[in-house]
């Protein structure tokens, strides 16, 4: 049932970004508080705000109201104007809703699912403050570090195959970071990213479906870019790609290759069925057969090895019986 009344925050103000689009094309050059002001169509005085508030997320501007403004360096910020420019001709460069700091990307997008908003919407943050993990958990979601994304699809899919995007995003993800970076990540079934054994990423798909027909599928990606430490209880299970290459990422570039990515592997999943996605997923993945691996859910846990995926990309599991059974929900860990 749709729901009746919606609770969308309101999406960055494009002044903002006309701001940051003005300083980075004149970088360097100190430009006055009265011309941004003029240009941007705002009071001097809400120029220093926002230049404090970009300052606050990582943006390197210098100056203040006396003197004018400048950037130090051109911002790895997300704004739409500059991925809609690099995403021409992509279903993901039509509708862009970027947001400073949000509650969550995936709620937001569940919104514009029932609002009707067309499929390729694309949600994104700077920053979110109750990021949403799978099964209930929390996902970390620091300023300007990560990349908090979740893209609104309308397939003409069953429900049980909805959760191969979960699988399929996690491909495109890993060859747009292998492209860019040259690591080889693994994927952990279902949704995991993982490199070097510890947490790069994380996929949440969610959706909205009658019985024998999706209605909207959200399906949220978060990958850790350049954070360099994480809170305590997360420090020895997470890492990002800048703690294993000591090298700063460009999240703009990341974020474009992983929608162009997605867009092929969405076209190719829509066109040739699941095989497309179970059979890479497959052979790039170390979880996918073979392992030994520790079931739980909520009835029971239990030892195995992985045998294969099922045709709906479920994991199969031989158990010490012998028998074999197939995970639908549950945590799945490397046996120790
Ligand atoms: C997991 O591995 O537990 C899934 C993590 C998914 C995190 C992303 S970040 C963007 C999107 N918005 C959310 O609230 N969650 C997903």
Redesign the pocket.
Known sequence: MPKAKSSLPETTDRRITALVTLLAENATIIISGTRIAREIGVSRSTVWRWVQRLRELGVRAKGHPRTGYYLEKVPDLLTPDMLKTRLKGSIFGRHIHHYLKV?????V?MELGYSNVPEGAV?L?EE?T??????G?A?H?ERGT?????LLLRPKISPVQAPLLTMMAGLSARAAIQAQTGLTLDLKWP???MLNGK?L????TEMHAEPAQVRFVIV????NANQEKFPAELSSIATSLRAQTSRSISRMELLVRLLREFETDYNRFLRDGAASVTQRFESVSSYARGKRVIVSNAAETYAGVTAGLSPEGLLRVERESGSIVTVIAGDVREAS
């Open positions: 509650d969550s990307t995936n709620r997008a949600v943050a979110q109750a990021g949403r993990g799978r099964a958990r996902w979601s990560g990349i908090y994304v979740t949704n995991d990213l947490k990423g994380g996929i949440l949220g990606i978060g990958v």
